[in-house]
Structures are given as C-alpha cells and as structure tokens.
C-alpha cells in the first residue's frame, strides 16, 4: 500500500513535485533525490538552484585551512556549479532561481566564473538572482556586477549582500534594463555616484519593494568610499514597500506605497530629513532609531488625518515627547519599544488590536484608553531593576481602565542588593486583572527571592504566571509556589478591612508545562519542577491560577 501510494506521488507532473520541492528546506529538497528514479530526475530539473561554498568546502567563512586544500575544493565548487547550471542549458529549461553565497576572501579567485554562472542564468531566463558574499576582516575588495544581470528583461528579484558594485556606466547601455524588475534589495552594496540609486530606481517601472540598508557611493572629490546618505524616490507608480537602514537624508513621493521602514544610524548627530507626506495610502510605519526632535505632539495628532489608511505604527528606539496622544479609528496595530523621555500616552483608537510596550522600569509612562476594543491584546515587556520594583505596582494601577492590560514579562536586575521594605507590598486598592505573568529573569540571590515574589503579586491578579527554563533556577520557582500555597492570615498584606489582597483571594493553584497541551491532573509541581533541565529553550512552567 505504501509502495502504491509513492508511486502516485511519483507520477505527479514535475511542475507539481516541483512545487512540492520549493516548500521544504534546500537540505530536505536534496535528500528527495535518493527516494525514486522518478524523484532524482525531479531533483536534477528543480528550477531552483541554491549554492554556497561554506556549505560545499565544509567550513565556514573564518575556518583557517591550507591553501592547497582549500583550491582544491575551490575547483571543485566551480566545477558544481558550472555542470548545474549547464544541465538546464543543454535541455534548454528555464532556471526560476540562483542562490549563490561566497566568501568575500575567495572573490579575486573565481570572479571569473561567477560572472560566467550569472551570465548562464539569465540565457536560461532567471526570474530571481541572490547573491551574497560573506565578509572577511581586513577585506575591501568589490565584484562589480556583470551587465548580463542589468540587461536580462527576465529577473523580476534582485538580491544583492556584501562587497559588490553596481557600475553607474551601465546606464547609458540600456534604458530598458531592470524592465521587469519587482523586488531591489542591496545590503552593503557600493553603487558609484551619489545619484546612482535614484537613476537605478527610476528605469524600474515595475518596481514594488525596495530595500536598501548601508549601501555605499564613491565621493565625487578623492573618490573614497562612504555611506550613502540620501535617498529620493518619485515616479514609480507601482511601489509598495521601502526598507531603508543608515539613510540620513529620505524623500518619497509614491502614492501607493504602503510599508515604509526607516532606521537610521545611531552616530547620525547632524540633521536629517525624512519627508514621506505624499503617500497617502500608507498602511504600516515603522521608525527606528530617530534622535532629536522630530517626534512632537503635534506630529502625533498630525499623522492619522494625514495617512487615512494607517493601520499599524511602529517605533523603536526613538526620543518621544513627554506627552503623545494618539486617535484613530484606523489604527489596528501599536508598538512603541525603548522610547526615550515618554511620560504620559494617551489613546483614543477604538479598533486597536495589538498594543506592545517595551521598556525599563525606571522611568514608566502613565497610559491611558479613551475607546478601545474588546479584542485588544496589550503586552508589556519590562526590563526592571530590583530597586525599581516598587514602581511596577504604580505603573500598572496607573493603566487605565485597569481592566485592559493582557500580559506582562517582567526580566529583573541586581543593581542594588537592599531589601524591600514591607510597606512596597501593601495593598490599597483593587488589583487590576491580567491573563498572564512572564518572569524571564530574576538575580540569583537567594534571600531577595521573597520580596520579588509578595511585589509581583501585590501588583497585579495574574490568571496565569510562567517561568522560563532561564528564569532564575529551581528554588525561585519552588518559593513561588510555596508563597502561593501557604496563604496565611499572619503574612498578608491587606492595609484595610475594604481591601483585600491576592493572599485571600487565591482559591487555588495547578501546575503544568508549556508543551502540555492538556492539564494533566496527575503530575504534580515537584515531577514538573524536577524535569526543568530536560525543557527545550522555549518551554516553561506555567501556574494557573483561580481567584
């Protein structure tokens, strides 16, 4: 039965084991040549060719080894590559896709053939073209693309990582080159003047995803090299995503361009420009990295009415005002992770799905939901110091309605090594309810476990609380569950008669393992917590809890 049911796989047209083939990882696509004749002869026509001298010498990039043995591999990957791709030439079938990955160390030797191989794949109609190089310390040397890859009318993706040159003379070759083209990518790529990338983009006409990150330009007095600081786009009428990283300078004019991410460089300290205010249809923006004061108030209230469509903002690492308000009936998706000098946030988006916060427990932004939706998923992310956990409590009382927060994970430092005062743990007002509980970390000092565990659980009402494998070792976790288990009167925390704390709310707690799927009734805390070191990276111990 078995036999019967390869064979009707077997027999699938190619196009369709082809298809198969395309889906599984280049390694298990490989070993799909030794099942059958019928297979071999599918993996011998597989239009996607994917090759990588690490791979093929076995080693990698950094592994010294002699250089006799190493040309010898060399010859040998050249040769590889080169009966491959003469396979679809002399049946005359198309190749779809070329992977070819190098080290950059081994360019000045087999340019030559790469130049070769690439000229093959576009005779054979390639569709995609992926080529990097791996960088070697104390290497500068360019491989300048080939002009069989800028005029080939087939490609529709062009991959370009590492050192290599897009020579600007090929301009004046074609005007048609790129004419199909639809996804750009250049990572650390030298493009020659300052306004090569923006003639290269204006002959692509098709052009729908764009991705630049620390590309290069030759300075137009002594030549050297440096980073490419600006970027204009206009006239493409088609373009759906812009990825820049390291830009100073951006201006995009594409009215249906959707995705724009902009991350500049850190050491960026002189003024920078970033105008896109023509793209009206703008879904999703995403900002890493913006210093000084581009970010207002103003800008915030500004940004909504201007993008009607924008469904998702996204803001890393950039220096916020004290105070933002946000209002939008669009706006589905909220991320703002590591944003500087922020006080008060301030939101009025009734659709809002996803809200995501990541920060340090020193300075905490109050947050507030004027209209929010039932269906909202609001995760914090918390780096905070020992010191600093008694904000944890005001930060999260101070999230309003308090019903809104879903989950929490809490990684906590060592900066001073003091006792809590007891008072950090008294209860004055009704804890808000939340889903989940993360601790990622905690200092491995014994005596202050007992005042980590009585100020997370005077903060918050958590259903569940998870440890990770990482967390902080067996005794946390085993204290936890004992302080959770005890409940007596003696230890509570309660400042009033009208308020109660966790202490005597807690009915009950079951424990179990994140790769359960099932609560199993029969394993108990002490057969889970003695299995932690068998856990994989991800798993961890979860404790449900009924209040």
Not at 77 to 83: I, S
Not at 174 to 195: A, E, H, P, T
């Amino acid at each position: 039965m078995e036999e019967l049911e390869e064979d009707r796989l077997s027999s699938l047209p190619k196009i369709i084991l082809h298809s198969i083939m395309s889906k599984l990882s280049e390694k298990d696509a490989a070993r799909t040549s030794v099942l059958s004749k019928a297979w071999l002869e599918t993996w011998y026509t597989f239009p996607i060719l994917s090759f990588s001298t690490s791979k093929f010498m076995g080693m990698s990039p950094l592994q010294p080894m002699e250089d006799s043995e190493k040309m010898r591999k060399m010859l040998g990957f050249c040769d590889y590559v080169k009966r491959s791709i003469l396979r679809f030439c002399d049946q005359n079938l198309a190749i779809k896709e070329f992977k070819l990955k190098v080290n950059i160390s081994e360019i000045r030797h087999i340019s030559r053939d790469v130049d070769f191989w690439l000229k093959l794949a576009c005779e054979c109609g390639v569709e995609v073209i992926e080529y990097s190089q791996d960088v070697s310390v104390g290497q500068d040397q360019y491989h300048v693309l080939p002009l069989c890859v800028v005029e080939a009318k087939s490609i529709k993706k062009l991959v370009l990582k590492g050192y290599i040159k897009i020579d600007p003379t090929f301009m004046n070759h074609s005007i048609k080159f790129f004419s199909r083209l639809r996804v750009l990518s250049l990572w650390s790529v030298l493009l020659g003047d300052r306004d090569a990338i923006n003639n290269l983009i204006s002959f692509c006409p098709l052009i729908e995803f764009i991705t630049l990150k620390t590309c290069y330009v030759l300075s137009s007095g002594d030549g050297t090299k440096e980073i490419m600081k600006s970027l204009s786009i206009s006239g493409v009428q088609k373009l759906k995503s812009v990825n820049t990283f390291g830009i100073q300078d951006v201006s995009i004019d594409a009215p249906s361009l959707e995705t724009l991410c902009y991350y500049t460089n850190d050491f960026y300290v002189a003024p920078f420009k970033f105008d896109f205010d023509r793209c009206r249809s703008l879904k999703e923006l995403w900002m890493w990295s913006v210093p000084g004061t581009f970010f207002t108030n103003k800008w915030f209230l500004e940004l909504f009415p201007k993008f009607p469509f924008l469904e998702s903002l996204k803001l890393n690492f950039c220096k916020m005002p004290e105070r933002i308000d946000i209002t939008s009936v669009r706006l589905k998706v909220l991320k703002l992770s590591h944003c500087s000098n922020l006080k008060e946030v301030n939101i009025d988006a009734p659709n809002l799905l996803s809200f995501g916060y990541i920060g340090n427990g020193a300075s905490l932004p109050t947050m507030s939901f004027l209209r929010n939706s039932s269906q909202l998923e609001f995760d914090i992310r918390l780096q905070v110091d020992y010191v600093d956990l008694c904000n944890l409590r005001e930060f999260v009382q101070n999230i309003k309605p308090n019903n809104v927060l879903t989950s929490l994970s809490l990684s906590t430092g060592a900066a001073s090594n003091d006792a809590l005062d007891r008072v950090a743990f008294e209860v004055s007002s009704p804890l808000p309810r939340i889903k989940h509980l993360a601790i990622n970390y905690v200092p491995n000092i014994k005596y202050l476990f007992s005042s980590i565990v009585n100020i997370l659980l005077s903060s918050c009402c958590p259903a569940t609380i998870s440890f990770s494998k990482y967390s902080s070792g067996k005794e946390f976790i085993e204290l936890f569950y004992e302080t959770l288990m005890r409940r007596k009167e003696d230890e509570c925390f309660c400042t009033s008669d009208n308020t109660t704390c966790w202490w005597h709310g807690l009915k009950d707690v079951k424990v179990t393992r994140s790769s359960m799927k099932k609560m199993d009734e029969n394993v108990d805390f002490k057969t889970i917590l003695e299995s932690l070191s068998t856990f994989a990276p991800q798993e961890s111990i979860i404790f449900r809890l009924d209040f």
